[in-house]
């Protein structure tokens, strides 16, 4: 029995090597391709709604969003675009064929300078889902084994939601002085918790299922377990959760910069971008107008995706 | 479905009385106040950087960066500083101010006000508004029929609801707010741009309308939607077909019926709704420049303030964990469940 044990542990690992599919790419690859991947496949455990069995709805409102984020994408590293060109003749007017969507009160461009704000933007945002994702999931596997570790961990994860984003990036502000990296980590800090609790649960879940007994009883270490039987079968609802996440980073960095705690003038953001905005307001809405919908369009992209990978195509 | 731990235990035991489950929530809730406080607090000191020196400026003479080091309590070891700092922050005291050199405490109560106000009128608009519009949503999804022609109304209405509460989600309130200022306040001039204050120092209500609105329109959404897949679920019950069988109608059996079951997930989220208003509620008094909580915190930032900041975090962490206590708490007076967690 135990030569089988042993043999079975060693078999499956070596068929998964040869395999080359099961295989995780680098980790800074993996953080970005991984979930997709993952998302593609046929869920195993869908952390989908109850009732949502029967009827199955196409996943327009996703495809939609991903368009949107792939055409913000190109439009973002679409070459000559100059944020910083000031044009006196033409100041804060509307859509024009000069300036498509109209213009700042220097008489910058609003599209160019939206567009090279959501480089900036959706880097930040995302980098910070990334590192939520991979600290919030390690610690929920974790925490996930029960015990003293998981209680501990848990009740600290309690008391780091107690702490607001915005409170936490001033704290940092504080020590650091304002910048992305500030931003940056204060949104990461508020996107653990939402993180430890779906990978958690999941894992205390996936825990009692039969395959995760078997792996235990063929002699697999924890480890083994986690990252080769809890975690693909928690691609899904953290793919889910990523997407959600990710509209969340993006309207956190966008009140944290126009609060002036990220990145700083004359390089745009979206949240500076609206903070410029907003002294101008009682002349024309399209500078407040122009950001805000491109943020409302990303962040809506991301919720929608993640409905569509909630409820299971 | 893999079998998940339900909360309640399988086994038919005594309910807890609703005042041992307040006692271990709220000893819950201390703790966890007390651990963000002191992470709060650490975080300041962990990070690199000599906030006596930045304070002080670069050119301070070295007695002056010594003297202030030693009144933030820079030149004990953190450890011994956390004690020190937690044992008077529990007393009501959490330092003086380097940038207004008033008390923290008195500071952070007297603008703390307007931020109270403000999420105090936001929860009930955004759940009102969540209710009424979750519900319809959800009537529609579930296409109850046996109201005839209200059934397509109905699900025209949630083709409508719905997306507008994704939207509403995938807006900040700040943006929401700016908007409003433009039109209502620059285009149709019904209302103030900027909030004005009264003479007795408090905010006028004119003034108050357009920040509780962009407030709670934003959480309006999130909580709708949540409404909205709550009550749907609900309404595919067997005992909601036994109640209309009687002949109850669409409206009694959602409000009688479906609803108290269907409101304890969003009773149990709007700890964190609380939170998020609260945070919101600091970036949307700055749109109307309310002298907020906000408003000394970044100044504080601006100033290097130390003990301001760190004092505002802590405060801020303890009115979350106590608010998402009460509302458990009192839940757990209606909804015997709720006593298990």
New interface residues.
Partial sequence: MACLTREYGTAEGRRLVADGRTRLPPIPVGLVAWPIRMASLPSMHPGGTPGATGRRRAPLGALVGVMVLVAMGLGALWPGLDPYAMDLTARLTGPSAGHWLGTDRFGRDLLARTLVASRYSLAIALAAVGTAATAGTTLGLLAGRGGAVGEILSRLVDALMALPGVLVAMLLAVVMGPSPITVGVAIAVGLVPGYFRVSRGLALALREAPYVEAAYAAGASWWHVARWHLLPGMARPLAAHSAASAAVALLADAGLSYLGLGLQPPTPSWGLLLKEAQQAIGLSPWPALVPGAFLAAAALAFNAIASALQSGR | M????SSAPAVAERVPSPWRYAARRGA?AV???L??AS??FL??RA???D?ALTMAGVDASPEVVERLRRDLGLDVPAPVGLVRWLAEAVQGRLGTSVRFGLPVAELIVTHFRVNLLLVALAVPLALGLALVAGTVAAIGLSGLDGWGLRRRVLQAADRVIAPLM??G????S??VA??L??VVA?RLRLLP?VAPVGDAGWLTWRGLVLPVVALALPTAGALGLMVR?SV??GL?EPFVQAVRAKGAGVLRVVVAHVLPGALNPVISTLG?VL??L???S??VE??FGLPGL?RI??A??EF???PL??G??AF???V??MTSAMVDVLYGLFDPRVRYR
């Fill in positions: 893999i079998s998940v731990r819950g703790l966890s106040a651990v963000a992470v709060a975080v300041t990070l690199p950087g906030a994704q939207l989600l995938s807006m900040p700040f943006w700016m908007v200022v433009w620059v741009a897949a749907a679920q595919q964190v939170a998020d609260l945070t919101g600091l970036v700055m749109v906000g915190l970044l504080g930032v290097r303030d130390l900041v760190t505002g975090v801020a962490a303890l979350v964990v």
